[in-house]
């Protein structure tokens, strides 16, 4: 039997382990889906109305020079759930290879059984990945996906509950239904969070809606503010879209106020690729998704926790999506793994010491299993105010681009001739960043 003094001191171990659980912070992820970096109207855009996310950004540390490293969904969403390049995860696009493929056969039907195979060989590499929820679930985090989900069942990812069963024999590319969260209301995470507050656990919500990705199918309400504002109806839609976005995004949070929960809640805004559309048609132009500029890998980061992150709107520093995986791991007191590439966002001193983000954009259509150079179209690098964009071998023809994005944001006035050394000494950092990964 145990001394008094040991039961009490057994006693106060447990009180503290338990009060430690409760009083960590909860983390809540909003992931927009295909959408430009300036579509906001905190960010300055004249046509659309985003006002929940204006109010998250006043009350967050807002980084309006945020980037993506892949401006494409399936990588960018696998780095936004490790912390680590896509060339690091293994997942550097959507679709893996097919039979065929190499003498230009046309990709097959995705529930062909054949493919179904492929398809599913390829999730081995969110098998061999260490994601947020894995981090978290030793600290008793129940964790929650919703949304876009490429890796096949939600458990695959670490997930506790989730929507996305990933059965590829039913197609279940990229979410299937979890891609009814936001376009058909919220219930699921309402559900998780009364469940999570009865029990007093710590929680984690993976918010990846299909917002405002194509169908831009938006509301007719909400459609008939825009249609006055362009002559262009796709373009109509889709700044509809983006309210619409916003107002489910105001949704959760008024959820999250409602409950009691705001307060210890950490809220992170990011997008997984930019967006431009065509005025013709509802699809994406060039220079934004799949491609190395601005218009596809910039992103405003936001970062909310009242009481310890003071509100600040962020013009100069550079932030990346793989800084949120070690920023939420020293918010909930986990040392941070050392082979993450990112920083703590929260860290001021590490915040200044940046001096540059790198990237890389790959094939849509997976060239290899395993060999994520095989893919490799573009690497690129920001320093300061300038950009480089460095293409691989498989783009024949195409040069080094080098803008100055202070003077040029829209990368228009390429610079590459006018500075070579400038352009050799930031080739030889990407190489060597490259390399070292």
């Not at 944001?409 to 001739?417: I, K, M, S, V, Y």
Request: charge should be negative.
């Amino acid at each position: 039997m145990l001394s008094r003094f040991a039961s009490l001191l057994f006693f106060s171990l447990v009180c503290t382990l338990s009060f430690a659980q409760q009083t960590r912070p909860n983390v809540v992820m909003i992931l927009s889906d295909d959408q430009a970096w300036g579509d906001y109207s905190f960010m300055g855009h004249d046509a659309i109305e985003t006002p929940h996310l204006d109010q998250l950004a006043r009350e967050s540390l807002t980084f309006t020079r945020g980037y993506v490293p892949n401006s494409l969904c399936r990588p960018s969403l696998s780095t936004i759930i490790t912390g680590l390049y896509p060339h690091q995860h293994g997942v550097v696009g959507n679709d893996p290879p097919w039979e065929g493929m190499k003498e230009g056969k046309k990709r097959p039907n995705h529930t062909q059984p054949e493919y179904v195979k492929n398809r599913e060989a390829y999730l081995s590499h969110i098998d061999n990945m260490k994601t947020l929820p894995d981090y978290l679930a030793p600290l008793g985090y129940r964790s929650l996906q919703t949304g876009k989900w490429w890796e096949g069942n939600y458990k695959r990812g670490g997930f506790s509950e989730g929507m996305t069963q990933g059965d590829f024999n039913k197609d279940g590319r990229h979410g299937d239904k979890g891609l009814q969260i936001g376009r058909t209301g919220m219930e699921p995470i309402d559900s998780f969070l009364d469940s999570c507050k009865e029990n007093d656990d710590p929680f984690f919500v993976w918010y990846a809606p299909f917002l405002p990705h194509t169908p831009h199918n938006p509301p007719q309400r909400i459609l008939d503010k825009y249609t006055s504002k362009t002559d262009s109806l796709p373009m109509a839609k889709y700044w509809a879209m983006c309210e619409w976005f916003d107002e489910t995004c105001g949704q959760l949070l008024t959820s999250l106020d409602e409950r009691g929960l705001a307060e210890n809640t950490i809220v992170i805004y990011v997008t997984d690729n930019g967006w431009i559309n065509e005025l013709s048609a509802s699809r994406y132009a060039p220079r934004s998704k799949r491609s190395p500029n601005e218009g596809g890998t910039r992103t405003p980061i936001m970062i909310k926790w009242p009481g310890h992150v003071t509100s600040q709107m962020d013009k100069e520093t550079l932030a990346s999506s793989i800084d949120l995986v070690p920023t939420v791991l020293a918010a909930v007191g986990v040392e941070t793994d050392r082979n993450l590439p990112g920083i703590n966002l929260l860290d001021k001193s590490k915040r200044e010491s940046r001096d540059a983000l790198f990237g890389e954009i790959f094939e849509h259509d997976i060239q290899s299993m395993d060999d994520p150079a095989a893919s490799l179209r573009y690497r690129w690098m920001i320093q300061g105010d300038w950009k480089l964009i460095l293409p691989s071998s498989r783009m024949q023809g195409e040069k080094p681009e080098l803008y100055n994005l202070k003077q040029d944001p829209h990368e228009n006035n390429d610079l590459a001739a006018e500075h070579p050394q400038k352009v050799k000494s930031m080739t030889d950092a990407i190489n060597a960043w490259w390399d070292a990964e």
